[in-house]
């Protein structure tokens, strides 16, 4: 409410008091779905809850997005395998994630051949 902050037709007035709240609040907010997602990065095991989880992470997530704390893409893969990783009907998908990683980690010739040590 700014009726009781601001005069009536007083749109600076009204910006300053929405950005003095904003910069009181909006840490505290971010802190709080940055435990609210590493408590819902918790293993899940029936694709019964996938749907639940997912849409869970993803409104955390897309509250971080553009903030300082926002997760890098590591984190959010660990976040991701450390609740799906144990769905069974899951595991194909994260192979393939991981197969397409290698091969262009190959291309780019990131991955380094051990040498053989003929003596």
Do not use: W
């Not at 009726?3 to 709240?21: K, T, W």
């Not at 849409?55 to 926002?70: A, D, I, V, Y």
């Amino acid at each position: 409410m700014l009726e009781p902050h601001v005069a009536p037709g007083c749109g600076r007035q009204a910006l300053r008091v929405v950005d003095e709240d904003y910069q009181q609040s909006g840490p505290r907010r971010r802190q709080v779905v940055l435990s609210q997602l590493s408590s819902a990065a918790k293993p899940i095991h029936s694709m019964g809850e996938v749907e639940s989880t997912l849409t869970r992470l993803k409104s955390n997530l897309l509250e971080l997005q553009g903030s300082p704390e926002q997760p890098s893409d590591g984190f959010v893969l660990y976040l991701l395998r450390q609740c799906f990783g144990p769905v069974h009907r899951l595991q194909p998908t994260f192979a393939v994630f991981d197969l397409q990683t290698v091969q262009s980690a190959e291309q780019l010739g990131m991955i380094i051949e051990p040498q053989s040590t003929d003596d």
